[in-house]
C-alpha cells in the first residue's frame, strides 16, 4: 500500500511539474490606418437660400465647380477604400 502511495504521489508530482504550453490565438483589434487623407473641400458655393446663377456664363461655372467636387470626392472615395482594403486580412 505504501509503495502505491509513493508511486502515485510520483506520478502527480511529475505531471504537475511538467512544462505544457498551449498556444492560444485571440483576436486584436489593432489599427491598421495610420493617417486618413484629408476630405476635398468643395467649390461649388451654392447654399441653401441662395439664388441660382443667372448668367449662361454663371451657370457654366457652376456646372464645372460641380463636376470638380464629384472628381475631387471619388479621388476621395478611391483612398479611402485603399487603405481600408489594406486593412483586411
Known amino acids: 500500500m505504501r509503495d502505491e ?3 502515485l504521489s510520483t506520478i502527480l508530482l511529475t505531471a504537475c511539474a511538467s ?19 484629408s476630405r476635398p473641400a ?3 458655393g451654392m447654399r441653401a437660400g441662395q439664388q441660382r446663377p ?3 456664363l454663371a ?4 456646372v464645372k ?3 470638380d467636387d464629384a ?3 471619388e479621388r476621395y472615395a478611391n483612398q479611402l477604400e485603399a487603405l ?6
Not at 84 to 89: I, N, Q, S, T
Open 19 to 37: 512544462p505544457t504550453s498551449t498556444e492560444v490565438l485571440l483576436p486584436v483589434a489593432v489599427h491598421c490606418v495610420d493617417t486618413m487623407p
Open 59 to 62: 451657370e457654366a461655372a457652376a
Open 71 to 73: 472628381a475631387a470626392l
Open 54 to 56: 443667372q448668367t449662361p
Open 65 to 67: 465647380a460641380l463636376a
Open 84 to 89: 481600408l482594403a489594406g486593412c483586411r486580412g
Open 42 to 44: 468643395p467649390t461649388f
Open 5 to 7: 502511495i509513493i508511486t
